[in-house]
């Protein structure tokens, strides 16, 4: 059997001040490369400031290593730390709703990957990250933590069920994806901002100029430099697609679905199956014309940050049949009905009579302070309107069976899909203007972080009661 | 009834018509004497004229809100106030122009807790919060005996729903 407390791997140490030192490039240019020549007293001091707050930060690591200890059993995990303030924290297996893992190029010079458990709380201690682990001990938790729950007491781990695959990236797919994305065009900001940066360093404004004037009487060279500038911009899309995207696998077992990604720095995401609160499909314009798609898996883990968002996307560049099928494959219950109706065309006219406060609150404040802008207030309103029309024009509902369904749009469509059960808590309200026009407002909850509000105006009351008595009765 | 659905029929107390009057007289007096403060602060240090004007119209909105929140809405607040709990769900029901129906089944309850401040207290009344994993509700004004009642039926049928349940998820509804 494995040890019972233990003490992170040292590499922690390594990983901190990494990420310590990517936090401070800022400050370190400021301090020691623009400003090398300065002797501005905030500079001198801010320097000595620096060089202490690295020092009491490399000694702080080091301390907070030594003090934390962790302890895995057989239903849960039990963390001892803190060097001044002590903390004690035990996380049972059962209230983890999902877990990632991240192996980022420094994990992966010590052979080693980290691991996120999250819970189904909010708060700070929602998710417990193990910072640094071996492979063999990430699979110990993970065989721990997928056995079945109800039997968790004695019985040795059982070996994991085989995986099915249902998608693997490949490359024709990556390709497809570093288009859409449009990930090329992140190259031509860089390409500016290295050309500004070199300008001003070799002073080349006046040869430039020159340069320019040379490059037009030779106009073919100029073309060469386009077409080179082009091929550079989408290789650097490709090796972004790739990096993110490469070697993508979306499998499933009974219980769970995986997700694989990445080249270099390898994420893997993995939900049970009967956590999954809602399923949404989104497409971009860009998307809906090449009829891609993405899935995202909404549960009610995951962190609350929302810098890495997509973690729970099944591949977000999908065709849609394709999506589709795996969606069909992996979880059955969730069936996505393309087929949906648009309210009647009274609700247009309701919106379009709400009052425009925008506008409203634009013209004020272009009276008073820009008399000659105001033309800029009819834009707001066209604006306003189009978003209206554009708001009727994708809304939709469909209520069939146990599911409901839901979308909403503009520039991008989001269908959301989910469950009577997993439905927290509805709302209807209906307002004095809307019950002129026989319709009411259906607002529902859904667990997510943060939790997942879906707010549908101009349902008919008729529509509204029902469901109403659906939601009422369906438990009973 | 606008919409065709099974309503809540029961009410909160009639001193709630008193006790929000209270509140809400309380609120706006230190509401218009901090922006009286601060006019007199603006007239005597000359700041700059635009705060007056806000300030001014400040204390005009605060009025308005005042003739509102004191006369009109405690009393259709109270008239309309509906709830209902049984086994399965909270009902509630609140409003006339806007009106809202709010239903939360019992098994998504997390806690619930009675709440008193010192204007409450006089007239012997609580509020009941109820609490569940993606939000929180408060029925207000519900008579001492009553509310005690409720607090432990509420705890009581959320936390059987809790254990058949079976989710794992550690939070039942506290008695506090």
Not at chain 1, 71 to 96: A, C, D, L, W
Not at chain 1, 317 to 327: D, E
Request: charged fraction near 20%; hydrophobic fraction near 45%.
């Amino acid at each position: 059997m494995h040890p019972t407390t233990k003490r992170y791997h040292p590499a922690m140490i390594a990983v901190d001040l990494i990420s310590f030192i990517k936090g401070s490039v800022g400050i370190v240019l400021i301090l020691f490369i623009f400003k090398a020549t300065s002797t501005a007293t905030w500079v001198v001091w801010g320097r000595y400031i620096f060089i202490i707050v690295c020092i009491f930060t490399l000694i702080w690591t080091i301390l907070q290593w030594m003090f934390c200890q962790y302890e895995v059993t057989q239903n849960s995990v039990i963390e001892r730390k803190g060097v001044f303030i002590k903390s004690h924290r035990t996380v049972p297996f059962s209230s983890i709703h999902n877990h990632k893992s991240n192996t980022t190029f420094i994990h992966r010079w010590f052979g080693l990957t980290s691991l996120t458990l999250e819970t189904g709380t909010s708060g700070e201690h929602a998710n417990f990250t193990f910072p640094v682990i071996t492979a063999k001990e990430k699979r110990h938790i993970l065989i721990l933590l997928e056995q079945p729950q109800d039997q968790q007491n004695g019985e040795e781990p059982q070996p994991v069920i085989e995986r099915s695959i249902h998608f693997q990236s490949n490359k024709k797919d990556l390709i497809k994806a570093s288009f859409t994305s449009l990930s090329f065009l992140a190259f031509f900001p860089l390409l500016s901002a290295l050309y500004f940066n070199l300008a001003e360093l070799f002073h080349i404004e006046n040869s430039a100029k020159n340069t320019f004037d040379y490059l037009l009487i030779h106009w073919w060279m100029l073309i060469i430099i386009l077409i080179i500038a082009i091929i550079l911009s989408v290789l650097f899309g490709l090796f972004k697609t790739f990096t993110k995207y490469g070697n993508f696998v979306i499998s499933d077992d009974t219980d769970r679905i995986y997700i694989e990604k990445g080249m270099g720095n390898v994420v893997s995401y993995s939900i049970l199956k009967h956590r999954v609160q809602a399923v949404v499909v989104e497409q971009s314009l860009l998307k809906r014309l090449l009829s891609l798609v993405e899935v995202k898996l909404i549960s009610a883990g995951g962190s609350e940050d929302g810098n890495d968002q997509d973690t729970n996307s099944l591949y977000p560049f999908m065709p849609k049949k394709q999506a589709y099928q795996v969606l069909q494959s992996m979880l059955p219950q969730y069936v996505i009905e393309e087929r949906m109706e648009r309210f009647p065309i009274k609700v247009l006219w309701l919106k379009l009579l709400h009052p425009y406060y925008v506008t409203i609150l634009s013209i004020i404040g272009l009276a008073i302070f820009k008399r000659e802008w105001l033309w800029i207030a009819a834009f707001v309103f066209i604006l306003s309107v189009t978003s209206r029309i554009l708001d009727y024009w994708f809304t939709s509902y469909i209520r069939h069976g146990k599911t409901i369904q839901i979308r909403k749009g503009g520039f991008v469509n989001e269908t959301f899909v989910t469950h009577h059960e997993r439905i927290q808590q509805i709302s209807i309200k209906h307002s004095w203007l809307q019950r002129k026009f026989n319709v009411a407002t259906l607002v529902f909850l859904n667990r997510a972080k943060p939790m997942h509000e879906s707010r549908l105006y101009g349902l008919s009351k008729e529509e509204a009661g029902t469901f109403y008595t659906w939601y009422h009765g369906h438990s009973k | 009834m606008y919409i065709n659905i099974n309503e809540p029929k029961r009410e909160i107390s009639s001193d709630a018509v008193k006790v929000w009057r209270m509140s809400n007289t309380i609120g706006h007096i230190i509401a218009l004497v901090i922006i009286a403060i601060l006019f007199i602060c603006s007239e005597r240090f000359e700041w700059y004229s635009w705060v007056s004007i806000v300030l001014y119209c400040l204390g005009g909105l605060a009025m308005l809100s005042g003739i509102y929140s004191i006369l009109i809405e405690p009393v259709y607040l109270q008239r309309t106030w509906r709830y209902e709990i049984d086994q399965e769900f909270i009902q509630l029901k609140h409003g006339r122009w806007n009106q809202q129906h709010i239903l939360i089944p019992m098994e998504k309850v997390e806690y619930v807790r009675t709440e008193q401040g010192p204007i409450m207290r006089r007239h012997m009344l609580y509020n009941i919060e109820v609490g569940t994993t993606t939000s929180n509700h408060v029925i207000p004004a519900i008579p001492a005996e009553e509310a005690h009642l409720l607090k432990a039926q509420i705890a009581v049928f959320a936390k059987i729903k809790d254990q058949e349940n079976g989710e794992g998820e550690k939070e039942h509804a506290s008695n506090n």
